[in-house]
DNA sequence: CGCATCGTTGACCAAGATCAAGCCTGGTGG
DNA sequence: CCACCAGGCTTGATCTTGGTCAACGATGCG
């Protein structure tokens, strides 16, 4: 296994520059591709902070005044509606950069689902790393059209997948995306609540949980705890995210 | 109206590099942003083409060879599902940059609706010229980062509202987009067919059908043609597409 | 004029939402 | 240690939104 455990970052109302070189993120994140005096740089700016379950990394409508590369844990990206309907844009986990959207103010809010830990940047350091470092930059443009990529595939789904249809591919993008899982084949976390993939995908919290249920007693899964799952036949739930049945 | 209409572009078999200072898309797209050297160097490599309603600018599966700023028309993005389900995930307009997805193989293909006129790049070419001018990769990761925005409102729309209020954000969202819209106050083309919008909006034609209909006795929009809407009451589409009603 | 394509309208249907109990699990306090 | 409670999860009964099926009207083209 790559990950390396962090130790704790620091207080983070003092400031206090991060050790990019022990990251146990770097592999999956933006600064991989960065070396020498780019990663020295990025290095010096970046400030380690964390977040307890709940809180939020940034909020709907407030200005953006920092970005994040999240180095540990999960948080979700969301937008309310003026009535309270919630749908969860993104999962984010350790690698994952917060700020590409760039906008002046946040159209949505990040909040944190378990323990994150993260990188901050002031706005204004990040435009100067930017502007410094084509390389960065040129990672971030590659970033950007993963994201857009991803989002395409979301859209895909909430449009015109089925309830199950949404759930297998929720299942195996999952699987591939969440450094943190498990090591035992097959097997993943949920760190997240039922609601909050029922937010997700665009479902009710009955609805995901009856899913579940038909996976398991279909053999697909086995829920080795509410929050752990096991795939039991990844092939099946492949057709299934496709609609090949 | 700051839309110069275009000399229709020269053979696109015979390669020709486009002339940048005339172009009237210019106004709206990532070469907006770029003068002196930059502009030249894009012009040089700039190739002018056309499509036909219904060709392909790009398809699903396919190498990327290609990149696109398209000066004229509306085209469509979609996604096809293997048992013919078919997302649109946006429509295209005038200014609009097709490849920041930058995947080696494209994920949903492009098609003109109506005669797209466009400047061609090819990849290689592309990349040079972005690493060659960083103003222009600014500009790039700055469109990016609206569209992520766009596609974050669509994942919304498509997760969480009702056909009524996608409807609403809809027209709302195409006044004001599409830089082809006609003169007149709140009138605006629908260029794209009933299925084009039942796919982008996750519905149904005869779902879209009898929501303009709605719209229509209740005095919110008149159908001045079948493909051309005048909004008679914006601040109750707005009330609408936010689900405040 | 006749056919094809697209859009509209109506009758009926079903996937998933809503409403309403129960059920676990973990934490608290007696 | 166990009773109790709270929050999240599951399960069942019923309802509603939007889908499906079908007929018909408009538009446009050869």
């Given at each position: 296994?790559?990950q390396v455990?962090l130790?704790?970052?620091?207080?983070?109302?003092?400031p206090l520059?991060?050790d990019?070189?022990?990251?146990?993120a770097r592999a999956?994140s933006v600064?991989a591709?960065?070396?020498?005096?780019d990663?020295?740089?990025?290095?010096?700016?970046a400030?380690p902070?964390?977040?307890?379950?709940g809180?939020?990394?940034?909020?709907?409508?407030e200005?953006?005044?920092?970005?994040f590369?999240i180095t540990?844990?999960?948080?979700?990206?969301?937008t309310?509606?003026a009535?309270?309907r919630?749908?969860?844009?993104?999962?984010?986990?350790?690698?994952?950069?917060?700020?590409l959207e760039a906008a002046?103010?946040?159209?949505?809010?990040v909040e944190a689902?378990?323990?994150?830990?993260?990188?901050?940047?002031?706005?204004?350091d990040?435009?100067?790393?930017?502007?410094?470092?084509?390389k960065?930059?040129?990672?971030?443009?590659?970033r950007?059209?993963?994201e857009?990529?991803?989002?395409r595939a979301?859209?895909?789904?909430?449009g015109?997948?089925?309830?199950?249809?949404?759930?297998?591919?929720f299942l195996?993008?999952?699987?591939?995306?969440?450094?943190?899982?498990?090591?035992?084949e097959?097997?993943l976390?949920?760190p997240m609540?039922?609601?909050?993939?029922?937010?997700y995908?665009?479902l009710?919290?009955?609805t995901v949980?009856r899913?579940?249920?038909?996976f398991?007693?279909a053999?697909?899964?086995?829920?080795?705890?509410?929050?752990?799952?096991?795939?039991?036949r990844?092939e099946?739930?492949t057709q299934?995210a496709d609609?090949?049945?």
């Amino acid at each position: 296994m790559l990950q390396v455990r962090l130790k704790p970052p620091v207080c983070p109302s003092r400031p206090l520059a991060a050790d990019c070189g022990a990251c146990g993120a770097r592999a999956f994140s933006v600064c991989a591709s960065l070396e020498g005096e780019d990663l020295a740089r990025l290095s010096a700016l970046a400030e380690p902070v964390r977040f307890a379950a709940g809180q939020a990394l940034t909020r709907q409508g407030e200005r953006a005044d920092y970005l994040f590369n999240i180095t540990s844990g999960t948080a979700r990206v969301q937008t309310l509606m003026a009535d309270g309907r919630r749908q969860i844009t993104g999962f984010l986990f350790a690698g994952d950069f917060v700020g590409l959207e760039a906008a002046a103010r946040h159209a949505g809010s990040v909040e944190a689902i378990e323990l994150v830990t993260a990188c901050r940047f002031a706005i204004g350091d990040y435009r100067t790393l930017v502007r410094q470092s084509p390389k960065l930059e040129a990672v971030l443009l590659e970033r950007a059209g993963h994201e857009l990529t991803e989002a395409r595939a979301q859209i895909l789904l909430l449009g015109r997948k089925t309830a199950e249809e949404k759930l297998a591919s929720f299942l195996l993008n999952l699987a591939d995306r969440d450094p943190m899982r498990p090591h035992a084949e097959g097997q993943l976390r949920l760190p997240m609540s039922r609601t909050e993939i029922a937010d997700y995908l665009g479902l009710t919290i009955e609805t995901v949980s009856r899913v579940l249920g038909r996976f398991k007693t279909a053999g697909i899964v086995q829920l080795v705890s509410v929050s752990e799952l096991r795939i039991l036949r990844p092939e099946r739930l492949t057709q299934l995210a496709d609609g090949e049945s």
